[in-house]
């Protein structure tokens, strides 16, 4: 699964758009030796190849396009995301690290990915995980899982751990009938009724998915990374000490 920092991302624009500059202008940049190899290899093989050029400089263009727009959502959401007690969350109260983990609970791959995250909370007490909840998969039905959660995790606190759980265990994608089931038996019936404001957030929650560019369930934002798809602890592990360790 490929992976890039928007700092990685920045540097490989600057490094095309430097081919396009004169020579004495990328000197004075005085990058390393390495990079301007790197450089004169990829100008080179743009120079052997000049029928992709209009493709590349248009894909280019659309990146760039595309990733202001993903800065720029992201910084006008930034508390909406990090800092909002509305949304549910655990780790530590003051993280060094939060990671926003978009999710739904009719995923299979959120499920599974939803207890590594839990176990590396409890690992590194500097870790905090904000769970985004979009249900991609009840799209279509006021009454589902998100909107259920969110109203035990504002209303009910002291009963969300177990009906995430719950929610989290049951095989397959929820329907009104798991919900009651889960509902019944943490005393949580309650919470199925639809609320104008958890209504609102689970809309917020899609639009933000949206605005973000992400494509699917999970997917996590973990310091200046984007990361699509479940990953292992043993690969997940190491993404998030690195960050700790900056």
């Given at each position: 699964?490929?992976?890039?920092?928007?700092?990685?991302?920045?540097?490989?624009?600057?490094?095309?758009?430097?081919?396009?500059?004169?020579?004495?202008?990328?000197?004075?940049?005085?990058?390393?030796?390495?990079?301007?190899?790197?450089?004169?290899?990829?100008?080179?093989?743009?120079?052997?190849?000049?029928?992709?050029?209009?493709?590349?400089?248009?894909?280019?263009?659309?990146?760039?396009h595309q990733q202001n727009q993903f800065d720029a959502v992201l910084k006008q959401h930034h508390d909406y995301i990090y800092n909002n007690p509305d949304q549910p969350?655990?780790?530590?109260?003051?993280?060094?690290?939060?990671?926003?983990?978009?999710?739904?609970?009719?995923?299979?791959?959120?499920?599974?990915?939803?207890?590594?995250?839990?176990?590396?909370?409890?690992?590194?007490?500097?870790?905090?995980?904000?769970?985004?909840?979009?249900?991609?998969?009840?799209?279509?039905?006021?009454?589902?899982?998100?909107?259920?959660?969110?109203?035990?995790?504002?209303?009910?606190?002291?009963?969300?751990?177990?009906?995430?759980?719950?929610?989290?265990?049951?095989?397959?994608?929820?329907?009104?009938?798991?919900?009651?089931?889960?509902?019944?038996?943490?005393?949580?019936?309650?919470?199925?009724?639809?609320?104008?404001?958890?209504?609102?957030?689970?809309?917020?929650?899609?639009?933000?998915?949206?605005?973000?560019?992400?494509?699917?369930?999970?997917?996590?934002?973990?310091?200046?990374?984007?990361?699509?798809?479940?990953?292992?602890?043993?690969?997940?592990?190491?993404?998030?000490?690195?960050?700790?360790?900056?």
């Amino acid at each position: 699964m490929m992976r890039t920092t928007i700092k990685q991302r920045a540097v490989i624009w600057l490094g095309l758009l430097m081919m396009s500059l004169p020579v004495t202008a990328r000197q004075a940049a005085t990058l390393p030796q390495a990079t301007e190899q790197k450089i004169n290899d990829i100008s080179q093989m743009l120079r052997d190849n000049p029928q992709v050029v209009d493709d590349l400089h248009e894909s280019l263009q659309r990146y760039v396009h595309q990733q202001n727009q993903f800065d720029a959502v992201l910084k006008q959401h930034h508390d909406y995301i990090y800092n909002n007690p509305d949304q549910p969350s655990y780790g530590a109260k003051q993280p060094k690290l939060t990671i926003a983990f978009f999710t739904d609970y009719s995923c299979p791959w959120c499920k599974k990915l939803t207890p590594v995250l839990q176990q590396l909370a409890e690992k590194y007490p500097e870790l905090k995980v904000v769970d985004i909840l979009v249900p991609l998969k009840e799209i279509n039905s006021d009454e589902n899982s998100a909107s259920y959660a969110l109203n035990t995790w504002q209303n009910q606190p002291t009963k969300f751990a177990q009906v995430s759980e719950l929610l989290v265990n049951k095989p397959g994608s929820h329907n009104p009938g798991s919900l009651l089931r889960v509902a019944k038996k943490t005393d949580t019936r309650q919470q199925l009724e639809p609320q104008d404001k958890t209504h609102q957030q689970v809309t917020k929650n899609y639009q933000l998915f949206a605005q973000l560019g992400l494509q699917g369930t999970p997917a996590m934002l973990i310091g200046d990374q984007v990361i699509p798809g479940y990953l292992p602890i043993e690969k997940l592990e190491p993404i998030i000490q690195a960050q700790l360790a900056q």
